[in-house]
């Protein structure tokens, strides 16, 4: 089993939708969660932490859910400017050695 | 501000070649990392550097070797290139103990 999972997609979504989507995890004493976006061939970039009670950044939310091990990511009134992969990255004691998930691709269409 | 500058952006070796990428950062960032990205596989740390004169193994550093020359630069060396190490390699830095937070713009390695 990976450390970090996510479902690849593509997730094509209509400009103006919600989309969501999980991210598992495999270690119980993980404590960062973070959500990185990546546009093709670009390098990956900061999205936002992911904290206990969760957070919002204008359209984007992010929640985790430690009895299941997964944290999540809400995107709503999409923009065709949010066609990226978002990668969703989780650390132990420290955020020198994260793990990386593979990411999830996700479209929007207008 | 340039952020993180890393080269070559593309090179191409033949096994058994060495090379350097380069990375610099002018964000008086502590900490730099060398990571390396394959399709279908999440980011895997190569080494990275806490602070200057600092240097540690992560997930994946066979094969490799780095410097951190300074607070601005950390380099990864390829002593001799084997196949299995064509890949996107991305440097990054953060302050202090946060995440990465500012990435190069990568470089495309090939080893054939």
Not at chain 2, 34 to 58: H, N, V
């Amino acid at each position: 089993r990976k450390e970090v999972e996510q479902d690849p997609g593509p997730f094509n979504v209509p400009e103006g939708a919600t989309v969501a989507f999980n991210c598992t995890y495999s270690n119980s004493a993980s404590q960062s969660f973070f959500w990185y976006r990546q546009d093709c061939r670009k390098e990956p970039k900061l999205l936002m932490s992911v904290y206990s009670s969760g957070n919002e950044d204008g359209r984007f939310t992010a929640q985790l859910n430690r009895a299941s091990q997964y944290i999540s990511l809400l995107i709503r009134d999409s923009k065709l400017s949010d066609s990226a992969t978002y990668l969703c990255v989780v650390g132990m004691d420290s955020n020198y050695q994260l793990i990386w998930g593979a990411g999830t691709k996700l479209i929007i269409k207008p | 501000n340039a952020g993180v500058t890393q080269t070559p952006k593309f090179q191409v070796l033949k096994t058994g070649q060495s090379m350097t990428l380069q990375c610099a950062q002018d964000m008086n960032h502590n900490s730099m990392y060398w990571y390396r990205q394959d399709p279908g596989m999440g980011l895997r740390l190569i080494y990275y550097s806490a602070s200057e004169g600092t240097t540690d193994k992560g997930e994946v550093p066979n094969g490799y070797n780095v410097s951190r020359l300074n607070k601005r630069e950390f380099s990864l060396r390829l002593e001799s290139a084997a196949p299995s190490q064509t890949s996107v390699y991305f440097c990054a830095s953060s302050e202090g103990g946060g995440p990465p937070l500012h990435f190069g713009n990568g470089t495309r390695l090939t080893v054939t």
